[in-house]
């Protein structure tokens, strides 16, 4: 005869250690089959129906604790429910050593802690992240159940101090070798991480560590950093970190699809921070392989790899004598439609407004206006006209358009030849180029062909240098040109710094990563927090007003 | 004082060479300043205007063939108007050799021609592709403008008779080593080409030239031919006729982004095709590097670069012993988010449909049902809970629901060691992982840690796998192990053949991809093609009614 039994506690707050434990010892119970030990929230409730348990006629709320037993007979039930307050009491035991009770505390206790961890429920986390920021330390965020208003404003205080905010959510980082929150152990090395994610930054720097490589320093910067709202904040200053750091020779960053607009401003960070940069953005179409100092990955394993190997054989440093930064528009005037996608998907990351008649972007726009990538093979063209491969008086007309417009900087065409095109395009294109170049403009050529090619291939490059344009073989050349003369970002955060040597921190909320952080050779102390007034709501908004600390607008 | 002047033509079809030729010779006449001969396509009237012609008066229809001639004096624009029709009747000179005038009779004049080249107005294109399939041959539809529609009736009917339909839009293709449409020559060799458009195509062989690697046989299929509406027909065709053939070696597929479920069909049969597949599906996003025998390339260079290296250093074959294909479903059940996300994005091409919690995809949707990929450190499911890192309740709980679930094959997890981590989780998921694995489910684990991780790594893969779980040690090998047990996609097409050898065709439109042909050692013969009805809508209507040759339903 199966008997349950819940009781519901509002709004209590528990370590949530304690509550791990208080199920355990439960379901431990003689006569006890099954207990459940949860925030009341529907996930939650939802796991637990399909454990058996009837939660039809429980209303509980998703702050509520809900403690449940399912049992062989009434008695085992009910004995075991009356074992919650003492099992509870037990697991509240105070530690044999001295503990602090406040972030003050600890810090005078050790006052080098450059960081404080946060593991502390969501709702308290953002006021215990706030008051490490106003003691000067560095925040290694775990709490999830953050709000996005909360998180960019600690993240822009943190910047203008030139403090860090790892997370919220964020699992994992190793800084000097001790790893925080959840963080394997890997072998230091030349190899600078940010991760967004936790197990992203643990699978990438546990594979670059069986691969034989290492781990300078790995930051988290949370799951939402690189959302528009909040806009990639701790990422940008852990990026420009390792760029300044001499023991990190190769940055790998890894992260969910950015927002657009955050994906540009890192990308040309990136581009611009002097070292090789593998990017692995989650199921974010890459464009390119390799573009300038970047190389795009497809995978944690793959990104990881990318990074080892070029710790082993660093990029050859560009080839192009002329780096003059990009100063107008680019637009692209190509015969090949493919030729067309693939530079437009190339440059779309870095440069904005980028237009194209392209599908499926914003088809059938051929107007010149800011940076334009065209197909002039696209259907609308060629009705009743032979391909630019074989005519190009469209492209020649469209070339001297474009030169004569004084905001365009640097002109992009393709040359393709082969059978069935043009017998000699760069005799009817050079005086065209030669024009614009004359007029300011530079001019990049894709020349797409091979020795055998009935066009004679040196020739035809020859005869396009000579008329001043530069001349790459591949798509991806023209975008290493474009990347390497991207104009650099400017930025006047202040810079962050943290002391080398072993990692001190001040953990606040599960004290396992205290003591990991001592078994790493970190020195760390505990604080025995608690929430402010015993976690009720309307006592801590009281509380907070009282102190007039809000973080926030 | 400048002088214009404009003719319109309704309707008028020449062919786009003579057009070109008109173009070029007015614009050569004493005191003609500039020339424009053109379909009235918004397109080249926006040009026109921006080449300074004011078109404002002119009330020309998109196929309506419209002259123009700028010049010194009334005079001279005069003369140039002049002398058009007998510019035109120059062009029109007929060759000196007999040509045929249909392709029945260039058919009896080179009856070995497997394959038709047709590079005619798109109006007119789709009947004469459909009366090449009609007489059997392979068709090469250069034209563009050809409808959807057309595009699908067409390659539906090739398909049935093992006849191939590559296009519209087809710029480019090389069959036993000679190209047709525009086409670069390069080197013989092992690696077979599927490419939807023309210069990807193009660029990709030159650069597979360029590192010394050679060209097997390569497809175009045409821009759309990977469109739900097509369904990737030609695409699947030329894919299994290069996995039959013994002189390739390696596969290389490029395209634009497919539509899902067209990519879904295409990636399951390279899957099984049994050779390496390079794919280049540009701009998107990529579910791994390498994910069994497929490698996703990021770039044309790269796609390139990729294949040559597959040819000489083939992928080991797949290590697991047990390859029974996957018969029901596939449960995934992760503590770390971002390995979920990266699982879920590599199987979301090949299983259908496939759930998750995760976010963007379709959050908070933890039923389990189909496949599915379930993110357990989620917030929804941590509120007020450790971390499924550190406490397995949660997993162990879902474990045994998917266990007992009969339509389930395949349970995957992930185990994370490290520090902050649980102490021994293969402790606690082996008897769960036992019970799945005797009830019939298969169990794969992939196991994130190092060797130096205070859980004993070497430990904690051996009790998993004591247990009966398959270990592996990324995600990338996780997606291996499923893509290697993929069930096999079944099809009951005729299969496609074309004798080797010299190649021979029959070319109707653009008499110079006729003579590249004999130029690169193939035989063609070109038809001397007139549109039917001398291109008159309303007679071709009633012609076509009278032939009763319609194709589609």
């Given at each position: 005869?199966?008997?349950?039994?819940?009781q519901i506690?509002?709004?209590?707050?528990?370590?949530?250690?304690?509550?791990?434990?208080?199920?355990?010892?439960?379901?431990?119970?003689?006569?006890?089959?099954?207990?459940?030990v949860?925030?009341?929230?529907?996930?939650?409730?939802?796991?637990?129906?399909?454990?058996?348990?009837d939660?039809a006629?429980?209303?509980?709320?998703p702050?509520d604790l809900?403690?449940?037993?399912?049992?062989?007979?009434?008695?085992?039930?009910d004995?075991?429910?009356?074992?919650?307050?003492?099992?509870?009491?037990q697991?509240?035991?105070?530690?044999?050593?001295?503990?602090?009770?406040?972030l003050?505390?600890a810090?005078?206790?050790?006052?080098?802690?450059?960081w404080v961890?946060?593991?502390?429920?969501?709702?308290?986390?953002?006021?215990?992240?706030?008051e490490?920021l106003?003691?000067?330390?560095?925040?290694?965020?775990?709490?999830?159940?953050?709000?996005?208003?909360?998180?960019?404003a600690?993240?822009?205080?943190?910047r203008?101090?030139?403090?860090?905010?790892?997370?919220?959510?964020?699992?994992?980082?190793?800084?000097?070798?001790?790893?925080?929150?959840?963080?394997?152990?890997?072998r230091?090395?030349?190899?600078?991480?940010?991760?967004a994610?936790g197990?992203g930054?643990?699978?990438?720097?546990?594979e670059?560590?069986?691969?034989?490589?290492g781990?300078?320093?790995?930051?988290?910067a949370?799951?939402?950093?690189?959302?528009?709202?909040?806009?990639?904040?701790t990422?940008?200053q852990a990026?420009?970190w390792?760029?300044?750091?001499?023991?990190?020779?190769?940055?790998l960053?890894?992260?969910?699809?950015?927002?657009?607009?955050?994906?540009?401003a890192?990308?040309?960070?990136?581009q611009?921070?002097g070292?090789?940069?593998?990017?692995?953005?989650i199921?974010?179409?890459?464009?390119?392989?390799?573009?300038?100092?970047l190389?795009?990955?497809?995978?944690?394993?793959?990104?990881a790899?990318?990074a080892?190997?070029?710790?082993?054989?660093?990029?050859?440093q560009?080839?192009?004598?002329?780096?003059?930064?990009?100063?107008?528009?680019?637009?692209?005037?190509?015969?090949?439609?493919t030729?067309?996608?693939?530079?437009w998907?190339?440059?779309?990351?870095?440069?904005?407004?980028?237009?194209?008649?392209?599908?499926p972007?914003?088809?059938?726009?051929?107007?010149?206006?800011?940076?334009?990538?065209?197909?002039?093979?696209?259907?609308a063209?060629?009705?009743?006209?032979?391909?630019?491969m074989?005519?190009?008086?469209?492209?020649?007309?469209?070339?001297?358009?474009?030169?004569?417009?004084?905001?365009?900087?640097?002109?992009?065409?393709?040359?393709?030849?082969?059978?069935?095109?043009h017998?000699d395009p760069?005799?009817?294109?050079?005086?065209a180029?030669?024009?614009?170049?004359?007029?300011g403009r530079?001019v990049?050529?894709?020349?797409?062909?091979t020795?055998?090619d009935?066009?004679n291939?040196?020739?035809?490059q020859?005869?396009?240098?000579?008329?001043?344009?530069a001349v790459?073989?591949?798509v991806s050349?023209a975008l290493?040109y474009?990347?390497?003369?991207?104009?650099?970002t400017?930025?006047?955060?202040?810079?962050?710094?943290f002391?080398?040597?072993?990692?001190?921190a001040i953990?606040?909320?599960?004290?396992?990563?205290?003591?990991s952080?001592?078994?790493?050779?970190?020195?760390?102390?505990?604080?025995?927090?608690?929430?402010?007034?015993?976690?009720d709501?309307?006592?801590?908004?009281?509380l907070?007003?009282?102190?007039?600390?809000g973080?926030g607008?």
């Open positions: 005869m199966i008997a349950t039994r819940h506690r509002p709004g209590a707050y528990y370590d949530s250690v304690v509550l791990m434990q208080l199920q355990r010892a439960l379901a431990g119970l003689p006569g006890v089959v099954d207990a459940g949860v925030m009341a929230t529907p996930a939650n409730c939802e796991l637990l129906t399909a454990s058996d348990f939660l006629d429980i209303a509980a709320r702050d809900l403690i449940l037993v399912r049992a062989e007979s009434e008695t085992a039930a004995g075991a429910m009356a074992q919650v307050d003492e099992l509870l009491r697991r509240h035991a105070p530690a044999a050593d001295y503990r602090p009770r406040s003050r505390g810090l005078s206790q050790l006052p080098d802690a450059g961890c946060v593991s502390v429920p969501g709702r308290y986390a953002a006021a215990v992240a706030n490490a106003d003691r000067g330390r560095h925040v290694f965020l775990y709490s999830d159940n953050v709000s996005v208003a909360d998180e960019s600690l993240k822009r205080k943190a203008g101090n030139g403090l860090l905010v790892m997370g919220p959510d964020c699992g994992t980082a190793i800084l000097n070798g001790v790893g925080l929150g959840f963080a394997n152990r890997v230091r090395g030349n190899i600078g991480i940010v991760a994610s197990t930054l643990q699978a990438a720097s546990v670059i560590h069986r691969l034989g490589g781990v300078s320093q790995a930051f988290g949370g799951g939402r950093d690189l959302k528009a709202e909040v806009g990639g904040l990422t940008l990026l420009r390792l760029a300044a750091d001499t023991a990190t020779a190769v940055i960053l890894i992260s969910k699809p950015p927002a657009a607009e955050v994906a540009a890192l990308l040309r960070a990136a611009t921070c070292k090789p940069v593998v990017i692995h953005f199921g974010y179409p890459p464009p390119g392989r390799r573009v300038g100092n190389t795009f990955a497809a995978g944690l394993a793959d990104a790899a990318c080892v190997a070029l710790t082993q054989s660093p990029i050859p560009s080839q192009t004598a002329d780096l003059q930064p990009l100063t107008g528009f680019v637009r692209g005037l190509f015969s090949g439609g030729l067309a996608y693939e530079m998907l190339g440059l779309q990351p870095v440069l904005s407004p980028l237009g194209s008649n392209l599908s972007p914003d088809a059938g726009q051929p107007a010149s206006q800011a940076h334009i990538i065209l197909d002039l093979g696209d259907d063209f060629t009705q009743g006209r032979l391909h630019p074989m005519d190009n008086d469209l492209r020649l007309r469209r070339l001297r358009r474009e030169a004569a417009d004084p905001a365009v900087d640097l002109i992009l065409l393709d040359v393709v030849l082969g059978e069935g095109a017998p760069a005799a009817e294109l050079a005086p180029i030669a024009e614009a170049t004359q007029a530079r990049l050529v894709i020349l797409i062909g020795d055998d009935p066009q291939l040196p020739a035809q020859e005869h396009l240098a000579a008329a001043g344009a790459v073989r591949t050349a290493d474009v990347y390497d003369r991207l104009p650099p400017a930025h006047g955060d202040p810079p962050v710094s002391a080398a040597g072993a990692l001190a953990n606040v909320g599960l004290e396992s990563f205290a003591e952080i001592r078994a790493q050779g970190g020195a760390a102390v505990h604080v025995d927090w608690r929430p402010p007034a015993g976690g709501e309307r006592l801590m908004g009281i907070a007003k009282m102190k007039n600390q973080i607008e």
